[in-house]
T-cell receptor, first 112, second 116 residues
Framework: GESVGLHLPTLSVQEGDNSIINCAYSNSASDYFIWYKQESGKGPQFIIDIRSNMDKRQGQRVTVLLNKTVKHLSLQIAATQPGDSAVYFC???????????FGTGTRLKVLA | KAGVTQTPRYLIKTRGQQVTLSCSPISGHRSVSWYQQTPGQGLQFLFEYFSETQRNKGNFPGRFSGRQFSNSRSEMNVSTLELGDSALYLCASALAGGPQVVNEQFFGPGTRLTVL
């Protein structure tokens, strides 16, 4: 598969540990955010979303935290597994359109 | 429910040619967006269609165009191809709600375009 980014920041985590991936978004007017996971050769896969009226949302093994004061988003993955190895993107949406701005991405490597 | 499908998956063209890519959204989804993904620029928004109308547009030249059909399927066209157009072109669909209501957006596997 192709590389989605040659110079992405990389987070290496031991299998079973928790992972925290961070994202700084650009626009204080952004009101909806999505985290995507992209594996080599595939399109981005929806993981979890959060609206700006919330500061935390939990899914299965994942939690998204939103700090609007500093325009920061984080994705926490509990008990990281080898299958979690991928590139993770945050996407921000402004004003109820379907025009998303994507972050540069973080490569997560899970070490056995 | 079937996911977003894109055809073809791989395409090789030469400079100056044109290309048409196709996207079939998830059944019931009326919003279709297109993105370009490159190692240097990351994921960049091209345009979004809803009910056969372009609702939003990114910052790409007029060589990039699209359309949507009544069954919500969408096509994207790039004319006069340049080497820099080599990229993964991704389509995403969403169950568009009312004004100011944005729902989850789901991506297809992409079309890998190589321009020689």
């Amino acid at each position: 598969g192709e590389s989605v980014g040659l110079h992405l920041p990389t987070l290496s985590v031991q299998e079973g540990d928790n992972s925290i991936i961070n994202c700084a978004y650009s626009n204080s007017a952004s009101d909806y955010f999505i985290w995507y996971k992209q594996e080599s050769g595939k399109g981005p896969q929806f993981i979890i979303d959060i609206r700006s009226n919330m500061d935390k949302r939990q899914g299965q093994r994942v939690t998204v935290l939103l700090n609007k004061t500093v325009k920061h988003l984080s994705l926490q993955i509990a008990a990281t597994q080898p299958g979690d190895s991928a590139v993770y993107f945050c996407a921000e949406n402004i004003g109820g359109t379907y025009k998303y701005i994507f972050g540069t991405g973080t490569r997560l490597k899970v070490l056995a | 429910k079937a996911g977003v499908t894109q055809t073809p998956r791989y395409l090789i063209k030469t400079r100056g040619q044109q290309v048409t890519l196709s996207c079939s959204p998830i059944s019931g989804h009326r919003s279709v967006s297109w993105y370009q993904q490159t190692p240097g620029q990351g994921l960049q928004f091209l345009f979004e269609y809803f009910s056969e109308t372009q609702r939003n547009k990114g910052n790409f030249p007029g060589r990039f165009s699209g359309r949507q059909f009544s069954n919500s399927r969408s096509e994207m066209n790039v004319s006069t191809l340049e080497l820099g157009d080599s990229a993964l072109y991704l389509c995403a669909s969403a169950l568009a709600g009312g004004p100011q209501v944005v729902n989850e957006q789901f991506f297809g596997p992409g079309t890998r375009l190589t321009v020689l």
